[in-house]
């Protein structure tokens, strides 16, 4: 980036309401990790979404792949190799 180049970062913010001894665990984690508790928070949260977006495709994936006679990894190995 050059000196004339602007950097507008947008961010939300959001509340969650967690018991307390989460958020004990939270304020310990940050500590051992000196990192925010919202990045750890973002983080984990990030982490959570992209696990159950790989859950969805593989999914439909299995899916897909029932269809088109590929039930186990072998069968798919086979196809790819």
Same mark, same amino acid.
């Given at each position: 980036?050059? @000196?004339?180049?602007?950097?507008? *970062?947008?961010?939300?913010?959001? !509340?969650?309401? $967690?018991?307390? /001894? %989460?958020? =004990?665990? @939270?304020?310990?984690?940050?500590? *051992?990790?000196?990192?925010?508790? !919202?990045?750890? $928070?973002?983080? /984990? %949260?990030? =982490?959570? @979404?992209?696990?159950?977006?790989?859950?969805?495709?593989?999914?439909? !994936?299995?899916?897909?792949?029932?269809?088109?006679?590929?039930?186990?990894?072998?069968?798919?190995?086979?196809?790819?190799?």
């Amino acid at each position: 980036m050059g @000196l004339c180049d602007i950097v507008i *970062i947008m961010r939300a913010i959001l !509340s969650v309401s $967690v018991e307390p /001894a %989460l958020k =004990r665990k @939270l304020e310990k984690a940050a500590r *051992i990790s000196k990192k925010k508790k !919202s990045d750890l $928070v973002k983080d /984990a %949260l990030e =982490r959570y @979404l992209a696990e159950m977006e790989f859950r969805t495709l593989r999914e439909q !994936s299995i899916k897909f792949g029932k269809k088109s006679g590929l039930i186990t990894d072998e069968d798919v190995f086979k196809v790819v190799s």
